[in-house]
Each structure stands twice: as structure tokens, then as C-alpha cells.
Antibody, heavy 123, light 107 residues
């Protein structure tokens, strides 16, 4: 069965960086886009971007351009999301979620989600 | 970027009620619209994709309709397990977006 297992909670100081991991199992990791979505406490869902695990190509939401980096390690079927220059309003639960198949090109929703990683930014 | 607007933000209903949530896109997204259910402390769960297709395992009391810029999620007979927050999402464009959410609470 498809599973996305994320790394544990993090506490960071303002200005620092955080790197969250998402280990995939139960499907071909390089065959599907991986998206990242965050949710601030009591707030809605915010799409951050995606990575094509096959090519490494990325697409980031404009809001996060210059601060977010999505990478992957295909040898261990793991995607990463690194957010830099953290601010207090980056405190949120960060989710990875599986998107569309890479080939053939398709338009598909986010069908499997990780359990979420709480990132707290506090001095 | 395409903006998604849901209404209402909160909905009070009783078990057995028929419930409808609306989602509007700032420009046409054809039928590339999904609905998710989220319960406190849990990841979202996909309910509906391509505006009206029911995800496998989702009860048939959930249905979706619409195309272009106007979409609806309907729960035909609200069950106790359905009290949650619902989000629409457009996944058509290079940049995706969610609605702000609709909380369905017990009346």
C-alpha cells in the first residue's frame, strides 16, 4: 500500500532553515510528482510547490520563491523540502502529498498524504 | 494565479441534513477541481476529483458537480463522521490553489 512517512517535529529560531523529509513506499517513487502543502495553526491549506522525482525539476508557488528548495534522493525514495530564513509565521504543519503520474503527462489531484510535520519557529 | 473562494466558511447542520458547499474559481479551470475532507490533527483525504468523480472507497452520499468556475460539493444525508472541514482545490494550472475551507459543525 502507498505510504508517505515524514520526519519528526522541529523547533527552529527565526532566520534558521528547516529540512523536512518524506519517505515514499508502495509505489514507484520516480513515477509521480511530489507536492508540499502547509497549514498554519487554525488556518487553511497552502500549496507550496512540487518536484518531479524523476528529473528533479521543481515548480514553486510564487510566495515561496527564493526561500524553498525541494529535492529528492531516488536511491531511498525520499523527497525533501527545505525552507530558509524562517519567520514566526512559517509555524505550520508541513505535508507531502503524491500528485500526478510523471509519464504520460496527466492532470491528477493529491491522492496520498504524509502524516504531517509540525515546524515551530520561535525565539 | 487562480484564486479559489469557498462559501460558506462555516455551516451548522444536523445529522440527516442535505448539505451543499460552493467553490468558485477566479478563472475557468474546466473540471480540474478536487474536494478534500480534513479532520482535526489529520491529513486531508481526497473525496472527489475532476469535479464529479468519486474517489475509491468514498461513500456515495458525497457528490460533486460543476465546471468552468462554479462547483459544488453535496452531502446527501449528513452522517456523524462527516463533521469536518472541507477544501476545494484547483489542480489545472502550473500553480495549484486551495479554497479557504468550510467547517461543517453540529447544529
Amino acid at each position: 500500500q502507498v505510504q508517505l512517512v515524514q520526519s519528526g517535529a522541529e523547533v527552529k529560531k527565526p532566520g534558521a532553515s528547516v529540512k523536512v523529509s518524506c519517505k515514499a513506499s508502495g509505489y514507484t517513487f520516480t513515477g509521480y510528482y511530489m507536492h508540499w502543502v502547509r497549514q498554519a495553526p487554525g488556518q487553511g491549506l497552502e500549496w507550496m510547490g512540487w518536484i518531479n522525482p524523476n528529473s528533479g525539476d521543481t515548480n514553486y508557488a510564487q510566495k515561496f520563491q527564493g526561500r524553498v528548495t525541494m529535492t529528492r534522493d531516488t536511491s531511498i525514495s525520499t523527497a525533501y523540502m527545505e525552507l530558509s530564513r524562517l519567520r514566526s509565521d512559517d509555524t505550520a504543519v508541513y505535508y507531502c502529498a503524491r500528485g500526478a503520474v510523471v509519464e504520460p503527462a496527466a492532470i491528477e489531484p493529491l491522492d496520498y498524504w504524509g502524516q504531517g510535520t509540525l515546524v515551530t519557529v520561535s525565539s | 494565479d487562480i484564486q479559489m473562494t469557498q462559501s460558506p466558511s462555516t455551516l451548522s447542520a444536523s445529522a440527516g441534513d442535505r448539505v451543499t458547499i460552493t467553490c468558485r474559481a477566479s478563472q475557468s479551470i474546466s473540471s480540474w477541481l478536487a474536494w478534500y475532507q480534513q479532520k482535526p490533527g489529520k491529513a486531508p483525504k481526497l473525496l472527489i476529483y475532476k469535479a464529479s468523480s468519486l474517489e475509491s472507497g468514498v461513500p456515495s452520499r458525497f457528490s460533486g458537480s460543476g465546471s468552468g468556475t462554479e462547483f459544488t460539493l453535496t452531502i446527501s444525508s449528513l452522517q456523524p463522521d462527516d463533521f469536518a472541514t472541507y477544501y476545494c482545490q484547483q489542480y489545472n494550472s502550473y500553480s495549484q490553489a486551495f479554497g479557504q475551507g468550510t467547517k461543517v459543525e453540529i447544529k
